[in-house]
Each structure stands twice: as C-alpha cells, then as structure tokens.
C-alpha cells in the first residue's frame, strides 16, 4: 500500500488554487510558448499538502498504524492560507512548482511533529528531510527555455485562499496510466474538530 498522510482542502480553497494555477499557465506561455505543456499539473481532486510521505506500507501493518493515528490531535483547528510562488529546487532547473503556506504553518508543524511521534509507535521511521509546508501545483516533466524561478518570483504575491483545517488524512495512492487517485482511508481531527467519521478500511 502505498500511504501518505496530507491536509486536505475544501472546495473552495481547491476552486481558488485552481483558478491561480490557470492565471500562472497562462503567464508561462506568454513567457515562452509551449512551456506549460512540459509541466505535469495536480489534478484540482488530487491537491492537498502532505505531512508525511510513508511510501509502501505492508498491508498487514495497517490496523496498528489505524490505532496509532486515530486520536484526535491536542490543537485547536488552524486556518489554513496559500499565497506565494516558488519552485523546487531554488537554484537550478525547476522540478516542483508549488504554493507557499502564508497561514497556519506554525500549526502545520506542531501537526507534523506529533504524527511523526505517532508513527514511530507504530514502527514506521518519519522521512529525516526537514518539514516545508507547501502544496505542489505541478512537476517539469520536460525541461524548457523558461525561467520557471524567474517566474514564480514575479508572479502576485497576494493570498490565494484561506479555509479552516479540520482533520488531517491518511491517504492510499492508487497509481494507473490515467493518473494518481486518492483514497482516505481514516481521518486525524484536531481537537474540538467536529470531523467526518473514519473511513472504512
């Protein structure tokens, strides 16, 4: 089973990003014609900021990750805020294009962190790489004359969109030649959260 655990967006955050992201395609083609096309673009379904990519997980290992992480975190649901341009990684050609977390990123690694302590109980080892909340708008699948850094540097700096964040997911990642797609497999609520039920396994 391939997992990761993620914030999700609502519909209006996913309408907003989506919007943004059409707004920045376009100024990339006017920059270079073409360039776009060699991006490979998340799905509007498929967004959301992960908090741990665990990778393949054995099946069997489920239940005991189920009852590690189905407590309700000890935090206050955050507001969530997008704003901000930039590329992975800075200096160099761009492979990730992504939208910064201008609200709630404090909130975000104090999530993080206190998952990651959920995970080691239940015997999986957290990625080491340190925690960047960001949400991933596209990959460079193709390499162009366009300065993507250049770009995403100028683009508006305004906020993009703002929701509250009730729950954090664990997710399964069903991968095909049509695309990724995401299955929630349990819901993590913040404390006071009044969140959807977790999803049958």
């Known amino acids: 089973m391939r997992l990761f655990i993620a914030a999700d967006l609502d519909a209006g955050a996913r309408e907003a990003v989506a919007d943004a992201v059409?707004?920045?395609?376009?100024r990339a083609e006017r920059k270079r014609p073409g360039s776009a096309r060699g991006v490979g673009w998340v799905a509007v379904r498929n967004l959301h900021l992960t908090l741990?990519?665990?990778?393949?997980?054995?099946?069997?290992?489920?239940p005991a990750l189920r009852e590690a992480l189905a407590p309700a975190l000890d935090l206050a649901p955050p507001r969530i805020g997008l704003a901000r341009w930039g590329?992975?990684?800075?200096?160099?050609?761009?492979?990730?294009i992504w939208l910064g977390v201008a609200?709630?990123?404090?909130?975000l690694g104090v999530a993080h962190a206190m998952i990651g302590q959920r995970l080691?109980?239940?015997?999986?080892?957290?990625?080491?790489?340190?925690?960047?909340?960001?949400?991933?708008?596209?990959?460079v699948r193709v390499p162009s004359e366009l300065d993507w850094s250049r770009l995403a540097g100028g683009a508006p700096l305004g906020p993009v969109c703002e929701w509250s964040l009730h729950a954090c997911t664990l997710?399964?990642?069903?991968?095909?030649?049509?695309?990724?797609?995401?299955?929630a497999l349990?819901?993590?609520?913040?404390a006071g959260a009044a969140g959807p039920e977790p999803a049958d396994p």
């Open 22 to 26: 059409t707004g920045f395609r376009t």
């Open 52 to 62: 741990h990519f665990l990778g393949e997980i054995d099946e069997d290992r489920l």
């Open 87 to 96: 590329v992975f990684p800075p200096k160099g050609p761009a492979r990730v």
């Open 103 to 107: 609200a709630g990123a404090d909130a």
């Open 120 to 139: 080691r109980s239940a015997g999986i080892t957290p990625e080491a790489r340190p925690f960047s909340p960001h949400l991933t708008v596209g990959r």
């Open 171 to 183: 997710f399964q990642s069903h991968l095909s030649s049509a695309g990724p797609t995401y299955e």
């Open 186 to 190: 349990l819901t993590i609520p913040f």
